[in-house]
T-cell receptor
Framework: DSGVTQTPKHLITATGQRVTLRCSPR?????VYWYQQSLDQGLQFLIQ???????AKGNILERFSAQQFPDLHSELNLSSLELGDSALYFC??????????????FGEGSRLTVL | GESVGLHLPTLSVQEGDNSIINCAYS??????FIWYKQESGKGPQFIID?????DKRQGQRVTVLLNKTVKHLSLQIAATQPGDSAVYFC?????????????FGTGTRLKVLA
């Protein structure tokens, strides 16, 4: 158990709909990362938050947005869903102290299926 | 652009043999590298990491080698076991605008043959 919690584990929805994925980082971790993993693909970096502020952006679509709340949990919002958005969405957290980078701890992912 | 790639998408090894998984990275400014193991339906699990001021780091049955000259990373697994079957990802961490950006490769599937 990495200590990172993601909900829901599975989600099936229709094209055009909107969903919200939730992530609770490890206790004490200030930084949250979101990744998308399509079938048999690598992990595509979407976005990073640190202590409530957006810090880095990857190839995140305009239909997607995220935020990190004061209690440090994060939500990834996916709207106007398309078939191609079907994927595993992972959240990861790290301590992200100044200086040296550290290990990312991953949740078990949220599997999104768009029909 | 930034990229971390793997030479072999699938690697099959005999149980008990050693496995070597390779990774090329593109950003010479990357200062931290991690290997992750991902089993089917699960999140990536940390295996071993290495910082750019090191060439080699050993863990339990695993060794990571870093060659900064050619921007190459490898993961060696000794005495490969059936439980090692999984997809392995390398990731590079590049300091970017005051934060860290972890970029993952596409992964190598390791199959352990009995």
């Amino acid at each position: 158990d990495s200590g990172v919690t993601q909900t829901p584990k599975h989600l099936i929805t229709a094209t055009g709909q909107r969903v919200t994925l939730r992530c609770s980082p490890r206790s004490g971790d200030l930084s949250v990362y979101w990744y998308q993993q399509s079938l048999d693909q690598g992990l595509q970096f979407l976005i990073q938050y640190y202590n409530g502020e957006e810090r880095a952006k990857g190839n995140i679509l305009e239909r997607f947005s995220a935020q990190q709340f004061p209690d440090l949990h994060s939500e990834l919002n996916l709207s106007s869903l398309e078939l191609g958005d079907s994927a595993l969405y992972f959240c990861a957290s790290s301590v992200q102290t100044s200086g040296a980078a550290g290990e990312l701890f991953f949740g078990e992912g949220s599997r999104l299926t768009v029909l | 652009g930034e990229s971390v790639g793997l030479h072999l998408p699938t690697l099959s090894v005999q149980e008990g043999d050693n496995s070597i998984i390779n990774c090329a990275y593109s950003n010479s400014a990357s200062d931290y590298f991690i290997w992750y193991k991902q089993e089917s339906g699960k999140g990536p699990q940390f295996i071993i990491d290495i910082r750019s001021n090191m060439d080699k780091r050993q863990g339990q049955r695993v060794t990571v080698l870093l060659n900064k000259t050619v921007k190459h990373l490898s993961l060696q697994i000794a005495a490969t076991q059936p439980g090692d079957s999984a997809v392995y990802f390398c990731a590079e961490n590049s300091p970017t605008s005051g934060t860290y950006k972890y970029i993952f490769g596409t992964g190598t599937r390791l199959k352990v043959l009995a």
